[in-house]
């Protein structure tokens, strides 16, 4: 167990937490944005470039008399002026997103998770505990390759640092699973499949949670949940399908 779901550290604690959960999550979301301003920078300045070009194109079929072409330059702008339009407005939500401060991210964890602040506070109370456990679902350099931090398992609630950031009770898990993802990459001329495990989590107020995993992890963070919360539904361990996962909500 200590390989996958591993006691924290004092160390661990401070390189990680050391100003608190949400503040982490804030820290690491503004990460992510450095890259999302740069290439939506690039897409607003293209848009931009390509919009001033096609007016120039259109005024110069105006002074050419060529009339049949100012419709298709007209298209050529509007594609360009809404690529510019997309680009901008990524960044202003992006901006938005990263001046959240921490107490944003907390109403809005607790708001996605279905609880309260209080229970955020109580989450984050909890992370200092000495039984509190890091969730380790990959390794280290898979981990990086796809971008997934490490969760948390406190007492009483579990984070697997999922995009939506959610963050549950396991006294209010209904399901824990094993589950089979396809992702679709259509690139011509082939199609092509990738499978992926994951374990899937689902709160009695409809609320998932979801992590990148191997077999062995997966199936002994499952068993650790179950040993906590005998209720859970874990599909006697098999790996099921998205769908079937998608019929227990």
């Not at 279905?114 to 992370?127: A, L, P």
């Not at 950031?165 to 499949?193: F, G, W, Y």
């Not at 179950?226 to 361990?237: F, H």
């Amino acid at each position: 167990m200590e390989k996958y779901i591993p006691v924290m550290s004092g160390d661990y604690r401070k390189k990680h937490y050391a100003k608190g959960v949400f503040h982490s999550i804030r820290e690491k979301t503004a990460k992510i944005s450095f890259g999302i301003y740069i290439f939506f920078g690039i897409v607003l300045l293209g848009g931009a470039y390509g919009a001033c070009w096609a007016n120039g194109r259109i005024e110069q079929y105006r002074l050419e008399g060529q009339d049949d072409m100012i419709g298709a330059g007209y298209v050529i702008l509007g594609v360009f002026a809404l690529l510019a339009v997309i680009g901008l407005a990524c960044i202003v939500i992006t901006v938005i997103r990263h001046a959240r401060g921490t107490n944003k991210w907390k109403e809005k964890c607790a708001k996605v998770s279905g609880y309260t602040v209080s229970d955020m506070d109580e989450f984050e109370r909890q992370t200092m505990d000495m039984e509190c456990r890091a969730v380790k679902l990959l390794g280290t350099a898979q981990a990086l390759a796809n971008g997934q931090s490490d969760g948390i398992l406190t007492r009483d609630y579990i984070y697997l640092a999922d995009a939506h950031h959610s963050i549950l009770k396991i006294a209010d898990l209904k399901a824990a699973c094993l589950v089979r993802q396809t992702l679709k990459v259509d690139s011509m001329p082939i199609n092509k499949e990738h499978n992926f495990l994951t374990v899937m989590l689902l709160s009695r107020n409809k609320v998932c949670a979801i992590a990148e995993c191997t077999d062995e992890s997966g199936r002994e963070l499952i068993s650790f949940l179950k040993e906590r919360n005998p209720r859970i539904y874990t599909a006697d361990g098999n790996v099921i399908s998205d769908e079937d996962f998608e019929r227990l909500v």
